[in-house]
């Protein structure tokens, strides 16, 4: 209600404790006006998203058929992040960290076996054993490092962990400034664990992580966008010098591409083919 205008009226919905005996007074609830416009807009936007849902699919499935299979079998990310994204938001969970960061740190902690049991199930339906996991309030811009050690990794890397010894691979999408967090970010078993990679001098991340983790990116975005072809296979030449050596590299992009031109992404297939034999 407080973050969706269109469910705003749910608002007016009693506790789910009264679920006494025969619910009637809970259930008749849903027959208000605004209550009855807002289940009718989710309704809608249901429908949108099974479109989209559809499109995707169909994708996928074309893909697949094609020899591509999808990179990941499913997706989550850190409890903090979950916290701050969903239900907090960016300055709320910040003065938390401050104000209440016992309740902050229980909340995070609960989150952790609900994290693993949904990646699992995630795994099992697509058959893919890799799980994305985007984060976005632990990079170098939003906390410091050692609130990073306190706040944002230790449930993290447990939940990380959990999917490791059910026989999952953690991908971590580390967006923004990692730089500052690898020494800290290194701390897991041997290859177990994908770190790709937005914004990095991907030459220290190899250094510093080549003997523990694989490690992902980072070609820019704006490169791919609005450099020519030659220029995208000199910037992938130049990277898988720098990370391909002893392998554990995968040359990738910095981010998702909506537009772009085709032959760029052409131009990073064939650097990869070219250059990324060893």
């Not at 937005?198 to 992580?209: G, S, T």
Request: proline share 6%; hydrophobic share 40%; aromatic share 10%.
């Amino acid at each position: 209600p407080r973050s969706m205008g269109a469910c705003a009226s749910f608002s007016k919905l009693g506790p789910m404790t009264v679920f006494v005996g025969i619910p009637v007074w809970y259930i008749s609830q849903f027959g208000d006006p605004d209550i009855r416009k807002s289940y009718q807009t989710l309704l809608e936007a249901a429908l949108e998203c099974n479109k989209w849902m559809d499109a995707v699919a169909e994708i996928s499935q074309a893909a697949l058929k094609a020899g591509y299979p999808s990179i990941w079998g499913g997706m989550n990310g850190a409890p903090y992040d979950m916290i701050g994204d969903m239900l907090r938001g960016t300055a709320g969970i910040m003065m938390d960290m401050f104000k209440r960061p016992d309740k902050l740190k229980k909340a995070m902690e609960r989150l952790v076996p609900i994290v693993i049991h949904e990646s699992i199930r995630s795994a099992d339906a697509s058959g893919c054993p890799i799980i994305f996991m985007p984060l976005h309030k632990g990079t170098g811009g939003f906390m410091s490092n050692e609130q990073f050690k306190e706040f944002y990794w230790p449930t993290f890397k447990e939940v990380m962990i959990g999917l490791i010894n059910e026989g999952l691979v953690p991908l971590p999408f580390a967006e923004g400034d990692y730089e500052p967090r690898l020494e800290i970010i290194k701390d897991m078993p041997r290859s177990s664990v994908v770190w790709y990679f937005e914004r990095m001098d991907m030459a220290k991340a190899k250094k510093v992580l080549g003997d523990n983790a694989c490690i992902a990116g980072n070609v820019p975005i704006s490169v791919l966008c609005t450099a020519t072809p030659q220029e995208v296979k000199e910037h992938c030449r130049k990277l898988i010098e720098s990370c391909a050596k002893g392998g554990g590299y995968i040359l990738a992009g910095s981010a998702g591409m909506e537009q772009g031109d085709p032959d760029n992404l052409r131009a990073m297939m064939a650097a990869a083919k070219e250059y990324g034999t060893y």
